[in-house]
C-alpha cells in the first residue's frame, strides 16, 4: 500500500511501540522499534552511557537504517532533537506525531517500570515530563506530517486514524 518509511514520532509513553507492531500487520510492513534496536546493540543497558553519546549512537544508527525503505519505525522519544534525525525522517518517509496529553503521560508512565527511562524523575514524573515538553514540542510539531492525538483513544482506535490520514 505504502511505498515509503512511517515513522512514529512523539514523547515517552505517547503509545509509539504499542502501535508500530499493529500497524505492520494492517499494512504487511515491517517495524523496527529504534530503542529495542538500540538496547540489543548496547547489551541492553542504556545507563552506562550519558545522554549526548547515546544521541550521538542513536543517530548513526539511525540515520544508516532509514536508508532501506518501507519500514515503520516506533522511534525514541529523542530522535527529534537532532536536526539530522529530522531531515533524514522528512526525506525518507511520513512523519506521523502521537500528540499525548501531560496528564495522560503521567497516568500510562506511572503504570510501567522506569527503569529504562533515565530522564524520568521517579519521585516526579510529571514536573520530569512537563520539562521534556518544553524542550521538545517545537521539534515535534516542525517534524511532522501528520498529527494524531491518542487520549482516551485505544491502541486499535489511534491505528484506526492513522490508516484513515494515510489514506
Request: with cysteine; charged share 30%; net charge positive.
Amino acid at each position: 500500500m505504502l511505498n515509503k518509511n512511517i515513522f512514529l514520532i512523539g514523547m515517552m509513553g505517547s503509545g509509539k511501540s504499542s502501535i508500530a507492531p499493529k500497524l505492520s500487520n494492517k499494512f504487511n510492513i515491517p517495524y523496527i522499534d529504534t530503542d529495542e534496536d538500540l538496547l540489543s546493540i548496547l547489551d541492553n543497558n542504556f545507563s552506562d552511557i550519558s545522554e549526548i553519546k547515546f544521541r550521538q549512537l542513536e543517530s548513526v544508527y539511525f540515520l544508516e537504517r532509514i536508508k532501506k525503505k518501507h519500514n515503520i519505525y516506533a522511534t525514541g522519544g529523542g530522535i527529534i532533537l537532532s536536526r539530522d534525525n529530522r531531515l533524514g525522517m522528512k526525506n525518507h518517509g511520513i512523519v506521523i506525531f502521537l500528540k499525548t496529553s501531560t496528564e495522560e503521560l503521567c497516568k500510562r508512565l506511572s503504570n510501567k517500570n522506569l527503569e529504562n527511562r533515565p530522564l524520568l524523575d521517579k519521585n516526579n514524573i510529571k514536573k520530569s515530563i512537563n520539562e521534556i515538553w518544553k524542550n521538545r514540542k517545537k521539534y515535534y510539531y516542525d517534524s511532522a506530517n501528520i498529527e494524531i492525538t491518542t487520549d482516551g483513544l485505544s491502541i486499535d482506535d489511534v491505528v484506526d486514524q492513522i490508516i484513515l490520514k494515510l489514506s
